[in-house]
């Protein structure tokens, strides 16, 4: 089972600043959060993951409490190309470890 | 090649028929692993190899689901005599042994969408 609780759905108007939550109460110390989204008719792409640290990159920031229980996935300017499912991940950062993935957040953003 | 690459695209079976899924990986990659993704679900996971080795096939739903990777490259997800409960869409992803900006981020392919008739 996920070990992760998103929202099912969410939406967010074009140019706005998307914000999906993830809560994951459960995780070890050796975990990492993962990000990832899943196009209509794509696999799955990776977008972000962090350990306890904020962390940044082209595509979005993620923002990680400091109990590390919940996170936050920031798009800080929705487009539409944005709208796809958002998988959060929480699993130990190795290339053998199997993701587990739950339903998401299913984002529609909007004109 | 650049990605992951899964033929066909798509595929559409007779009830009964063996079917044969490819997966290219990202040369290089150690890891690679299938998923199953049925409609409106997320990908779950069938199988993991590392190289050649097939170390986790805990997620293969039945006997008749079989996977292979022989020269730790390409690998091929066979399905027997399909079932209409075996529509859905398979995803192959692979993962370097050595980590990258990303860590340990797989790289999806766009998957087959396998239709049982």
């Known amino acids: 089972d996920a070990k992760t609780t998103q929202p099912t759905s969410m939406d967010c108007a074009e140019g706005r600043a998307a914000n999906l939550p993830c809560n994951h109460s459960t995780i070890s110390g050796n975990e990492y959060v993962y990000w990832y989204r899943q196009i209509h008719s794509q696999g799955p792409q990776y977008i972000i993951h962090g350990l306890k640290n904020n962390e940044t990159n082209e595509m979005a920031s993620l923002i990680i409490t400091e109990d590390r229980k919940s996170s936050t996935l920031i798009l800080p300017h929705a487009t539409l190309r944005d709208t796809a499912v958002y998988y959060c991940?929480?699993?130990?950062?190795?290339?053998?470890?199997?993701?587990?993935f739950g339903t998401g957040t299913r984002l529609q953003v909007f004109p | 090649g650049a990605g992951v690459s899964q033929s066909p695209r798509y595929k559409v079976a007779k009830r009964g028929q063996d079917v044969a899924l490819r997966c290219d990986p990202i040369s290089g990659h150690v890891s690679l692993f299938w998923y199953q993704q049925a409609l409106g679900q997320g990908p779950e996971f069938l199988t993991y190899f590392q190289n050649e080795a097939q170390l986790d096939k805990s997620g293969l739903p039945s006997d008749r689901f079989f996977a292979e990777r022989p020269e730790g490259s390409v690998s091929t997800l066979k399905i027997q005599r399909t079932q209409q409960e075996d529509s859905a869409v398979y995803l192959c992803a692979s993962s370097s042994a050595t980590g990258s900006g990303r860590g340990y981020g797989y790289t999806f392919g766009s998957g087959t969408r396998l239709t049982v008739v």
């Open positions: 991940i929480v699993r130990v950062d190795s290339y053998t470890d199997k993701l587990i």
